[in-house]
């Protein structure tokens, strides 16, 4: 048994960039031009690459994201789940691969499920008028179909994106798509506030006024309708953003949060291994030469000594809403939070966007809408 870690891939594709996206992705109106072959051979040789690094860990979730994965066929996810299989300790409990609504067919979905066992479908929004406003291609009924084919196709886990705040949206409007939501059985959500993200064309709209996002107070009321509404049909609001059926929270992303290891690869891939983070450069054509070459890809990297590895995940794992225990941190990082953190951990209980209650720390109610405020205290 080694050291459990978790695998990502990046697909940097897609049909069209979204207004508000600024996830690396490289937009391919006709799919057939994706250089499928080349990108196949270049992951392969960066896995090679990679393995005798790796030999100490064991793989036990697989997350393939993008950019639109399904824009490229299920053969290439077989040629490279097998390859993963021969090369590294990979044994993936939960593999998850992120899909689009439109365009899916059953056969796709079924060859998907072959390799995959849990599916992301990026809803966004369950009106016409919110699918509008966010820029998307797809209609609710492709959202209606896709669902239908992933759950016939054998997919019994099944995870739904939802993009709320968008200009424009009622209270009403969300309670209806909230409804239709729950009518599709997710197992897992997660619901994204529409936040303009520096250079995009959601960010430009804004500035040049043509755009106007709704007020904060509004945004607050969302956030908890969402809560109440998923916790009361039986989701536990396990992240900031992420709800799930018991036994269903995401393998996966806990890894991240919980500041475990994970290898990440493709262009814009990230990787956190030992004391070492490794980020590929979003540079497809850099990314497929240098492994022409055979040589890792352009990508920059950072060692944490062991402070800044506990000050990170004491951050990141104040995202989930069971917080920290304090007893582990001190076993894992041998840094005692409360003594390390002193007077800022008092001045956030008194301020009530902590709570400390015997021995775990967590975000107050007050502290999960306020959650970036408290990260800057403790960075």
């Given at each position: 048994m080694g050291i459990e870690a978790a695998l990502y891939v990046h697909i940097p594709f897609c049909r069209t960039?979204?207004?508000y996206c600024d996830f690396y992705s490289l937009p391919f109106p006709d799919p057939e031009?994706?250089?499928?072959?080349?990108?196949?051979h270049a992951l392969k040789k960066e896995i090679s690459l990679w393995q005798p690094l790796v030999e100490t860990y064991e793989f036990v979730t697989f997350y393939v994201g993008g950019g639109t994965p399904s824009l490229i066929p299920p053969a290439f996810y077989q040629e490279?789940?097998?390859f993963l299989k021969a090369?590294?300790?990979f044994r993936p409990e939960e593999a998850t691969i992120e899909v689009n609504p439109e365009g899916l067919t059953f056969e796709a979905l079924s060859d998907y499920r072959k390799i995959f066992n849990r599916i992301s479908i990026g809803a966004q929004s369950f009106t016409e008028k919110g699918l509008k406003a966010l820029g998307r291609r797809h209609s609710v009924d492709d959202t209606q179909k896709a669902i239908s084919l992933a759950r016939k196709a054998g997919f019994s886990n099944l995870s739904l994106d939802m993009i709320y705040a968008w200009p424009g949206e009622t209270l009403k409007e969300l309670e209806h798509e909230l409804e239709l939501l729950f009518s599709f059985?997710?197992?897992?959500?997660?619901?994204?506030?529409?936040?303009?993200?520096?250079?995009t064309p959601l960010w430009q709209a804004i500035k040049r006024k043509k755009i106007t996002l709704l007020p904060e107070e509004q945004i607050i009321e969302f956030f908890w309708l969402i809560h109440d509404f998923l916790e009361d049909k039986g989701f536990e609001h396990y992240e900031i953003s992420n709800y799930a059926k018991p036994g269903y929270q995401c393998k996966h992303n806990l890894f991240y949060w919980q500041a475990r290891p994970y290898l990440g690869l493709g262009p814009g891939g990230a990787s956190f291994l030992e004391n070492k983070r490794f980020k590929n450069q979003e540079n497809l054509v850099g990314y497929l030469e240098a492994l022409r070459q055979e040589h890792f890809p352009p990508r920059d990297e950072e060692t944490l000594d062991a402070e800044a590895r506990f000050r990170e995940a004491v951050i990141l794992s104040l995202r989930l809403l069971k917080g920290i225990s304090l007893s582990e941190f001190k076993r894992r990082f041998d840094f005692d939070v409360l003594d390390y953190y002193g007077e800022i951990i008092e001045k956030l209980v008194r301020n009530g966007l902590l709570i400390l209650e015997k021995d775990r720390l967590r975000l107050s109610r007050k502290g999960l809408l306020l959650s970036n405020l408290v990260f800057r205290e403790l960075v």
């Amino acid at each position: 048994m080694g050291i459990e870690a978790a695998l990502y891939v990046h697909i940097p594709f897609c049909r069209t960039k979204c207004p508000y996206c600024d996830f690396y992705s490289l937009p391919f109106p006709d799919p057939e031009k994706i250089p499928v072959k080349e990108f196949l051979h270049a992951l392969k040789k960066e896995i090679s690459l990679w393995q005798p690094l790796v030999e100490t860990y064991e793989f036990v979730t697989f997350y393939v994201g993008g950019g639109t994965p399904s824009l490229i066929p299920p053969a290439f996810y077989q040629e490279l789940f097998a390859f993963l299989k021969a090369s590294l300790n990979f044994r993936p409990e939960e593999a998850t691969i992120e899909v689009n609504p439109e365009g899916l067919t059953f056969e796709a979905l079924s060859d998907y499920r072959k390799i995959f066992n849990r599916i992301s479908i990026g809803a966004q929004s369950f009106t016409e008028k919110g699918l509008k406003a966010l820029g998307r291609r797809h209609s609710v009924d492709d959202t209606q179909k896709a669902i239908s084919l992933a759950r016939k196709a054998g997919f019994s886990n099944l995870s739904l994106d939802m993009i709320y705040a968008w200009p424009g949206e009622t209270l009403k409007e969300l309670e209806h798509e909230l409804e239709l939501l729950f009518s599709f059985e997710p197992q897992h959500v997660s619901c994204y506030e529409l936040t303009p993200e520096p250079d995009t064309p959601l960010w430009q709209a804004i500035k040049r006024k043509k755009i106007t996002l709704l007020p904060e107070e509004q945004i607050i009321e969302f956030f908890w309708l969402i809560h109440d509404f998923l916790e009361d049909k039986g989701f536990e609001h396990y992240e900031i953003s992420n709800y799930a059926k018991p036994g269903y929270q995401c393998k996966h992303n806990l890894f991240y949060w919980q500041a475990r290891p994970y290898l990440g690869l493709g262009p814009g891939g990230a990787s956190f291994l030992e004391n070492k983070r490794f980020k590929n450069q979003e540079n497809l054509v850099g990314y497929l030469e240098a492994l022409r070459q055979e040589h890792f890809p352009p990508r920059d990297e950072e060692t944490l000594d062991a402070e800044a590895r506990f000050r990170e995940a004491v951050i990141l794992s104040l995202r989930l809403l069971k917080g920290i225990s304090l007893s582990e941190f001190k076993r894992r990082f041998d840094f005692d939070v409360l003594d390390y953190y002193g007077e800022i951990i008092e001045k956030l209980v008194r301020n009530g966007l902590l709570i400390l209650e015997k021995d775990r720390l967590r975000l107050s109610r007050k502290g999960l809408l306020l959650s970036n405020l408290v990260f800057r205290e403790l960075v």
